[in-house]
C-alpha cells in the first residue's frame, strides 16, 4: 500500500473536506496485491491474479471502510483495478493508482482537457502539454500518460529531479524555484500549440495561467492542488488560531485565483482524482491501457517506492513521513 497526501489531510482537515466519513473508518487509497475473492459478477479478475487498485472508500458516493486500502483486505471496484506484471513487486505497483487515476482525470474527462486516449500507438497530435510539478505522483502519471496519448510534454521540478523527469518522457523540464521559470517556459512554447496545462504543486495554478494566457493553443487548466498546503499543521489540533487562519488563506486565494482565470478567459476546473469511476476514462485507463502498457515496460511504476516498513503498525510512520514531504519518491508500507 502506498501513502498519499489526502491520507494525512484526512487526519488533520478530514471533518472539513471529507465531512461525509462516518468513523470508525479505514482510510487509504493505493494498494496493490493479491485477489482472494471476486464477485459474482466479475469476469475480468479470478482468485490468485496479481492486481493493483485503487481503493474508493473515502468516496462521498461509497463511504464505505471495507473499501479502504489500509488493511489486510480490502473491496476494491473491478473497474478501479487492473492486473500486474508477475515480475512487478507489490511495492512497485502500489505507487500507481491515486497518482494515476487523478492525472487522467485532468488529462481525459470530458469536463476537464478532454484529450486523446492514451494507447500503444498514439497518434502524434503535434500538441503541447504543460505539467506543473512533474515530479509529483501525480505530476508523472501525467507525463507518461501524455506522452502515450500523442503529446508532447513541459514540465516542471526541482534539477535533483531533472533526469528521473526526462525517464518519463517529457522534452523538456525548468525548476519551479528559478525566479524567471514562467518566462522560460513561456519562451519553450514558442512556435508550438499548448494542449493546455495541468497544474500541480503549490501555486502552480497561478503559474499555468500566465503561461497558457501567452501561449497559443487550449487556454484550459485542470488543477489538481489546493491553493494553500496543509502540511504545517498538527495532527492532533488542539486549541490554535492556525486552522481558522488557513481556511481564510484557503478562501482569499481561491477567490483570487477565480477571478485571475476569468478576467483572462482562461477556463480551470479541480480534478477529484476517483471521478473515473463513474465515467468512460476509468475503462480506459485501468481496462485498456494499463495492463498491457505495464507488461511491455511502456509504463512506468513511477516514482520509486520508498518502504518505511513492513506490516499495519507502519502506516502511521508512512503517513507522518508524507506530510514531512517527499522528492521523486512515493511512500510506501508492505505487508
Ligand atoms: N485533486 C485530487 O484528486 C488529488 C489527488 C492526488 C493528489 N492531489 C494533490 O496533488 C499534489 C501532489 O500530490 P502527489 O501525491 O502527487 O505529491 P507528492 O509526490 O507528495 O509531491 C512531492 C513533490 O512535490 C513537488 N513540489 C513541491 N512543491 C511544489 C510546487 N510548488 N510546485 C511544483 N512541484 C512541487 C516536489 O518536487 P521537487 O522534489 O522536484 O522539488 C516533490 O517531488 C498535492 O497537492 C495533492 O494534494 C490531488
Not at 496479481?50 to 462521498?60: C, E, F, I, N, S
Not at 488560531?241 to 477567490?255: A, G
Not at 518502504?307 to 512515493?330: F, I, T
Request: neutral net charge; charged residues 20%; hydrophobic residues 40%.
Amino acid at each position: 500500500m502506498a501513502v498519499n497526501p489526502l491520507d494525512w489531510m484526512l487526519q488533520v482537515v478530514g471533518d472539513l473536506i471529507y465531512s461525509w466519513i462516518n468513523y470508525a473508518f479505514v482510510i487509504g487509497t493505493d494498494l496493490a496485491g493479491e485477489v482472494v475473492e471476486v464477485g459474482t459478477a466479475v469476469t475480468r479478475f479470478s482468485v490468485g491474479d496479481r492486481v493493483l487498485g485503487h481503493a474508493v472508500g473515502t468516496d462521498k458516493s461509497r463511504n464505505n471502510p471495507a473499501e479502504g486500502a489500509f488493511q489486510e483486505y480490502t473491496v476494491v471496484l473491478a473497474r478501479m483495478a487492473a492486473p500486474i506484471p508477475g515480475t512487478m513487486p507489490y511495492e512497485d505497483a502500489a505507487v500507481l493508482p491515486l497518482g494515476l487515476s487523478t492525472a487522467a482525470c485532468g488529462l481525459f474527462q470530458k469536463d476537464q482537457l478532454a484529450l486523446q486516449h492514451p494507447s500503444a500507438a498514439p497518434n502524434p497530435t503535434g500538441e503541447t502539454l504543460l505539467v506543473w510539478g512533474g515530479s509529483t505522483s501525480v505530476g508523472g502519471n501525467t507525463i507518461q500518460l501524455a506522452v502515450a496519448a500523442g503529446y508532447e510534454v513541459i514540465t516542471t521540478a526541482s534539477p535533483r529531479n531533472f533526469d528521473y523527469i526526462k525517464k518519463l518522457g517529457a522534452s523538456r523540464v525548468f525548476d519551479y524555484n528559478g525566479e524567471t521559470v514562467v518566462e522560460d517556459v513561456i519562451g519553450a512554447f514558442k512556435g508550438k500549440t499548448l494542449a493546455g496545462a495541468l497544474a500541480v504543486g503549490k501555486g502552480s495554478a497561478e503559474a499555468c495561467s500566465d503561461v497558457v494566457h501567452a501561449c497559443d493553443g487550449s487556454e484550459f487548466v485542470s488543477t489538481a492542488s489546493p491553493s494553500v498546503s496543509f502540511d504545517k499543521l498538527p495532527r492532533r489540533r488542539g486549541l490554535s488560531l492556525r486552522l481558522p487562519l488557513l481556511v481564510l488563506r484557503l478562501v482569499s486565494s481561491s477567490v483570487s485565483s477565480q477571478v485571475r482565470f476569468r478576467m483572462r478567459n482562461i477556463r480551470t476546473k479541480f480534478i477529484f482524482g476517483s471521478s473515473l469511476m463513474d465515467n468512460e476514462v476509468g475503462k480506459v485507463i485501468y481496462e485498456d491501457f494499463l495492463p498491457q502498457a505495464l507488461a511491455d515496460g511502456r509504463y512506468l511504476a513511477a516514482p520509486e517506492p520508498h518502504v518505511v516498513g513492513k506490516g499495519l503498525e507502519h502506516v502511521q510512520a508512512g503517513l507522518d513521513a508524507q506530510k514531512r514531504g517527499v522528492s521523486g519518491q512515493k511512500v510506501v508500507v508492505s505487508l
